[in-house]
């Protein structure tokens, strides 16, 4: 359970890490919950940010497209992120008696850490969900992911690369993980906002109570806060990363960033921020509360 400390002297090393199995299983449910329930709103939020406009990617209809590939990559990769987390953040905390960092440096350092193992299975369900939410025409996750292969495929025989074995792995690399260095940029400074802050909230709140474990619904509450403050500082970071994994071709960063700068200016860059924030807002309150409620659960605390 992600558990701060009173301020006080060294801390004595835990005895044992955190349990895996509650860890997945909480993140299971929080990935699931949130990914489901908030889906609409991602969906807007997606087509405000694309370049081809909000009515061209599809406006109001088909709000749950690429709904498939959001569920195969949110448990696995909520469960991935959240039990890298606490294991890295247990380890953390049994070195801080000799080296006498901040916990809110042991949340930033050990969410990073999570946020890198879970993009390997969020950059390439990411890169199918937003071009499937982004089509004019109506599709599913399996047509956009049948068109990613066989897009990849016409461009390597029509560059000369043949095919061969290879043709899966460059599919991998060069367009189901399009946006992975982005995707980094913006999961790395949004973590290091949100989790200190969760944690800094529910340690606050244990001090001012004297009760442990934290109640879900109290940190449901700090989970939002936390998620719209975050989610509102790394709004362009995000329609950067929107716009890469869209592009029809593979885009580097710095010059995608200065052209819109110099054809559209500084407004797209905080498109979808109202739909973004509320999003994550809600996301925040459902994924932490019910991650708090399943780990509380499944870990056995009273």
């Not at 879970?118 to 937003?130: D, G």
């Not at 599913?140 to 095919?163: E, H």
């Not at 290879?166 to 989790?195: M, N």
């Not at 474990?213 to 806060?225: D, I, L, T």
Request: charged residues 15%; glycine residues 12%.
């Amino acid at each position: 359970m992600a558990a701060s400390h009173a301020p006080g002297p060294a801390r004595t090393p835990p005895a044992t890490l955190p349990l895996t199995s509650a860890t997945d299983q909480a993140g299971g449910v929080a990935g699931t919950a949130v990914d489901l329930s908030l889906y609409p709103i991602d969906t807007l939020k997606t087509r405000l940010q694309s370049a081809a406009g909000f009515a061209r990617s599809g406006g109001f209809r088909g709000i749950y497209r690429g709904v498939g590939s959001a569920l195969v990559g949110s448990a696995p990769g909520a469960a991935l992120f959240f039990t890298t987390y606490e294991q890295c953040k247990a380890a953390l905390r049994q070195q801080q008696w000799r080296w006498r960092w901040s916990e809110p440096a042991e949340h930033m350092a050990a969410a990073s850490v999570g946020e890198v193992a879970a993009c390997i299975v969020r950059v390439p369900t990411e890169v199918v969900k937003q071009r499937a939410q982004a089509s004019a025409h109506p599709t599913s996750s399996w047509a956009t992911l049948q068109r990613i292969i066989v897009g990849r495929q016409r461009r390597t025989t029509v560059g000369g690369g043949g095919g061969g074995g290879g043709g899966l792995a460059r599919v991998v690399a060069t367009d189901l993980y399009r946006g992975w260095t982005i995707t980094l940029l913006r999961e790395l400074p949004f973590t290091a906002i949100q989790f200190p802050l969760w944690e800094a909230m529910k340690a606050w709140r244990r001090r001012s109570t004297g009760r442990e474990p934290v109640p879900a619904g109290e940190s449901a509450v700090f989970g939002s806060v936390a998620g719209a403050a975050a989610a509102a500082v790394t709004t362009p970071l995000d329609v950067v990363k929107t716009r890469v994994m869209l592009a029809p071709h593979s885009e580097r960063i710095a010059p995608l960033v200065a052209r819109i700068w110099r054809q559209e200016g500084l407004r797209p860059f905080f498109a979808g921020i109202g739909p973004r924030v509320l999003w994550i807002s809600a996301g925040g309150a459902i994924f932490l509360g019910s991650y708090q409620w399943a780990f509380n659960a499944f870990s056995g605390a009273r």
